[in-house]
């Protein structure tokens, strides 16, 4: 069988796997021993840094779906090497991305309860990962549902790609929902270096993190193809069996 | 002008074989009517307040009724291949998903004139500013149909397409809802510090942005 | 849409139309701050709401970072090892497969 760089990559993702976990630890010494208390908070800002991280990754994984979906569809899902890799990595960035958005909805009530006093309020920006993650919880209910040859896929492409505009409008709805104005936001927070350090340090760890989860991901795509293609030879081989 | 005529002959057709046999438009209007009955049941418990849910369930009952309709709009053409049949004539793609929206926006229109008075009738909502309202539900309506028909299509053929159209939809189509909302709280008086204005031109732009957005996929869609 | 102007006008119109749609959602008139209750829940800052409203709140700041961490380190934990799985089970079935795929082809 003749196999390309796709297929024939032996094992990226242990070195990323190590330079991921060394980063982790870095970003959690960072965070739990540089960065200092936060005066009005107090221990509880500590979550902030890996939320934000996590919720950050979870919008580029989202982009990353969206334009695998436009290039799958660009190349009109005609089967190749190239349909394969950007199909996989539109499977792999909606995964990672579902379990990043767990991360943040699960981290954010924690926090927001100690910031605003609340589990959940409809914040702008909260009320944006949710829907960014209701957008990935369907495109892979598509992909679980509406099967997997080349028309579940086409039609989970079209989702993904109808999903950056519609992130776009649901930004702007939910900003003007409540009626008040949201900032930007690093206004007023962050000015501590040591702070920046912390989370400069746990945003690296989390894409180190994102990146190798979407290998992984995209490694055991491969493998789903090859065995798809070991089925088809031994039904070639032995039509009847 | 050839464009022009192939979407009026393909709507036309559409038009034809429903009124003759409306197995659209009737479960729609049923379904919607009975949507806001059990709204009533459900939510009227204090008149006073009603002004406050009225404008979600009038929301509300326009997407799920939506819903049905688009659920059977490409059922006809599954049946015997007749979409590929059509799409394979020297009609542009384009033309044939516009007839599909206007059709369903058609639908849809109707089921709204018949329902949306009762709405406002049950849950006793003075409409103040009526401009704004038609033109909200127009709008929303608009974005409803552009971005369902599009998914309706895609998922014609899929498996469990029923269950699978509601949950690509509705995601979508929240800024619609949002908007909508509060363009009909504002329209029935609502005391809040806002203008529907900026809200219906949000609902135009979204129009634009997905009318164009989906007649691209859709014709991507086609060819692959 | 109509192959008298070409593929350009085409183009143009499809920019020009997405371009004025994101435009025409997004410009909006500075609106007029609401009043009331509502409008200062939250100002968008990460410590907003603290100065009027201190969190009125029994379970311990300590208890709140460990259990967002936690739930962190578990929920990428349990796609990894439901990833490794996958992985493992793809292996051998690829394994078996092989094996078959070689055994009748020699007989």
């Known amino acids: ?241 | 002008m050839r464009t022009l005529g192939q979407f009026v002959a393909v709507l036309r057709k559409d038009l034809t074989i429903e009124f003759r046999s409306r197995d659209i438009l009737y479960p729609m209007a049923l379904f919607s009517f009975l949507l806001v009955v059990v709204f009533s049941f459900a939510f009227l418990s204090d008149p006073a307040k009603a002004r406050d849910y009225g404008p979600g369930i009038v929301w509300v009952t326009v997407l799920f009724s939506s819903t049905v309709g688009l659920n059977r709009l490409f059922d006809r053409e599954r049946e015997n291949g007749c979409l590929w049949a059509l799409l394979l004539g020297p009609v542009p793609a384009g033309a044939v998903f516009a007839a599909k929206v206007v059709g369903h926006l058609l639908f849809t229109g109707l089921m709204e004139a018949l329902t949306l008075p009762l709405v406002l009738l049950f849950f006793d909502l003075p409409v103040v500013d009526v401009p704004a309202f038609l033109a909200a539900v127009a709008l929303g309506t608009v974005g409803v149909s552009l971005v369902g028909t599009l998914f309706s299509a895609m998922l014609m053929n899929a498996r469990m397409k029923e269950v699978l159209l509601p949950l690509v939809t509705y995601p979508v189509l929240v800024p619609v809802v949002i908007a909508g909302v509060k363009v009909t709280a504002l329209a029935v008086g609502a005391p809040l510090a806002e203008e529907p204005g900026p809200w219906l031109r949000f609902l135009a732009g979204f129009d634009m942005v997905f009318g164009v957005v989906t007649l691209l996929l859709f014709e991507r869609m086609v060819r692959t | 849409m109509d192959s008298v102007r070409g593929p350009g006008f085409r183009a143009a119109a499809v920019i020009g139309c997405v371009v004025a749609g994101l435009f025409l959602a997004r410009a909006s008139p500075a609106q007029a701050p609401a009043d009331g209750p509502a409008a200062h829940a939250w100002d968008g800052g990460w410590k907003a709401g603290l100065g009027e409203e201190p969190a009125r709140e029994t379970v311990s700041s300590e208890a709140m970072v460990v259990a967002a961490y936690a739930a962190l380190w578990v929920l990428l934990l349990l796609y990894v090892v439901r990833l490794s799985m996958e992985l493992k089970a793809l292996r051998r079935d690829t394994e078996e497969l092989r094996r078959r795929l070689d055994e009748p082809g020699k007989s």
């Open chain 1, 1 to 241: 069988m003749r196999t390309g760089w796709f297929e024939d990559v032996k094992n990226p993702v242990a070195g990323l796997a190590v330079a991921a976990a060394v980063a982790v630890v870095a970003a959690l010494v960072a965070v739990f021993f540089v960065a200092p208390r936060e005066a009005t908070l107090g221990i509880s800002q500590k979550i902030f840094y890996f939320h934000v991280a996590s919720a950050i990754h979870m919008m580029v994984l989202f982009a990353l779906c969206g334009l695998c979906g436009l290039a799958y569809l660009g190349m009109r899902g005609r089967p190749g090497r190239w349909t394969a890799v950007v199909d996989g990595l539109g499977v792999a960035a909606a995964e990672v991305g579902v379990v990043l958005g767990a991360v943040v909805l699960v981290t954010g009530p924690l926090w927001a309860r100690k910031a605003w006093g609340t589990w959940w309020t409809w914040e702008p920006r909260l009320t944006l990962s949710l829907m960014v993650f209701l957008l990935f919880l369907a495109y892979l209910a598509l992909r679980a549902f509406a099967g997997s040859d080349r028309f579940g896929r086409g039609v989970a492409s079209g989702l993904a790609v109808v999903g950056l505009p519609a992130l776009y409008f649901i930004h702007f709805a939910v900003e003007r929902w409540g009626g008040a104005h949201p900032q930007v936001v690093f206004k007023g927070g962050l000015q501590n270096p040591d702070m920046q350090v912390a989370f400069y340090a746990s945003l690296l760890a989390m894409s180190l993190v994102s990146a190798t989860l979407v290998v992984l991901r995209l490694r055991i795509e491969r493998l789903k193809g090859r065995l798809d293609a070991l089925y088809l030879a031994l039904d070639r081989r032995s039509p009847g069996a």
